[in-house]
């Protein structure tokens, strides 16, 4: 089966230590994003790879960092600059960018940091 | 700018009722995407519908409808005789055309379905 997928659905770490959550994706897409949604809000832009070794900051990369040296794999670190860390991470993938598509998600991954 | 407006944060229904989503976009730009996704508890949101800015054609599928209106810029969702099962957070997104990469989601229409 065809899918996207985010490990662990279950984060829990200390302030001050940085952690990373993987995303894997076997559509063989070549776009890949992170989002954060925080409780009753929409989805706001990470980061985003369009290709290989190539990735954009969104609207809120400010304390992550991320990398993209596969296709399939676009993992992204939460650093302990990020001021408020806790939320819910969603990882997406697309065929492309020029062919406005849709975006497909992963189940997600809920960080908590205390 | 480009927003995105869902002003019913909440809404319930009771199970078989019709139930409409609201959701209305501001864009500068004459080419843009629309979309809608569920997103049910598990957390994952799931694709339900794209729509481009020169297509105003109505879209129906199955017990889901879409009205796109673009002289109100509103591009609204009914689902027809709710079920349990439609009990979900639903997004409203917009993807202008000269705007990079970035969806513009709304904030998200709960949506509680009682049996």
């Known amino acids: 089966d065809g899918g996207i997928t985010q490990s662990p659905k279950y984060l829990f770490r200390k302030e001050g230590q940085n952690v990373t959550l993987s995303c894997e994706q076997n559509?063989?897409?070549?776009?890949m994003y992170w989002y954060r949604q925080d409780p009753g809000q929409g989805l706001r832009l990470i980061y985003y790879s369009q290709i290989v070794n190539d990735f954009q900051k969104g609207d809120i990369a400010e304390g992550y960092s991320v990398s993209r040296e596969k296709k399939e794999s676009f993992p992204l670190t939460v650093t302990s600059a990020q001021k408020n860390p806790t939320a819910f991470y969603l990882c997406?993938?697309?065929?492309?960018?020029?062919?406005?598509?849709?975006?497909?998600f992963g189940p997600g991954t809920r960080l908590t940091v205390t | 700018a480009q927003k995105v407006t869902q002003a019913q944060t909440e809404i319930s229904v009771v199970e078989k009722e019709d139930v409409t989503l609201d959701c209305v976009y501001e864009t500068r730009d004459t080419t843009y995407y629309l979309f809608w996704y569920k997103q049910p508890p598990s957390g994952e949101l799931v694709f339900l519908i794209r729509?481009?800015?020169?297509?105003?054609q109505n879209e129906i599928s199955g017990r889901y409808s879409w009205n796109f209106q673009k002289s109100t810029s509103s591009f609204n969702f009914t689902i027809t005789a709710s079920q349990v099962v439609d009990s979900a957070v639903y997004f409203c997104?917009?993807?202008?055309?000269?705007?990079?990469?970035?969806?513009?989601f709304g904030p998200g229409t709960r949506l509680s379905v009682l049996p």
């Open positions: 997406a993938s697309s065929i492309g960018d020029k062919f406005f598509r849709e975006q497909y």
């Open positions: 559509l063989n897409h070549d776009a």
């Open positions: 997104a917009l993807r202008p055309d000269n705007y990079g990469q970035n969806f513009v």
């Open positions: 729509r481009n800015s020169f297509d105003e």
